[in-house]
Nanobody, 119 residues
């Protein structure tokens, strides 16, 4: 399995930007599709974005299209999520995941990083 560690979360005002990172170790990073999810206490985990193994195919939730961008650097074993025009409803714990395709199945998960957007 691959081990995943997220970073880059924090507190930001509405309209601001954050860039999340997910550092991978263990098995070969480039052999996995990667995804970002978010979770709010009391709600189901929500898909945010995913990218295929070489970065050429990307998928986004409707709620973040046009505002968030997903990318990966296989040389650095790192996944990114650039979040622009943030809204209070984007507040959540953001988790990265490694899997077989941009639709899953998702095999490994990080612990998450908190993103809080103030109004």
């Amino acid at each position: 399995q691959v081990q995943l560690v997220e970073s880059g979360g924090g507190l930001v005002q509405a309209g601001g930007s954050l860039r999340l990172s997910c550092a991978a170790s263990g098995r070969t990073f480039s052999s996995y599709a990667m995804g970002w999810f978010r979770q709010v206490p009391g709600k189901e985990r929500e898909f945010v974005a995913a990218v295929n193994k070489i970065g050429g195919i990307k998928r986004f939730a409707d709620s973040v299209k046009g505002r968030f961008t997903i990318s990966r650097d296989n040389a650095k074993n790192t996944l990114y999520l650039q979040m622009n025009s943030l809204k209070p409803e984007d507040t959540a714990v953001y988790l990265c995941a490694a899997g077989g395709s941009t639709s899953g199945p998702w095999e490994s998960w990080g612990q998450g990083t908190q993103v809080t957007v103030s109004s």
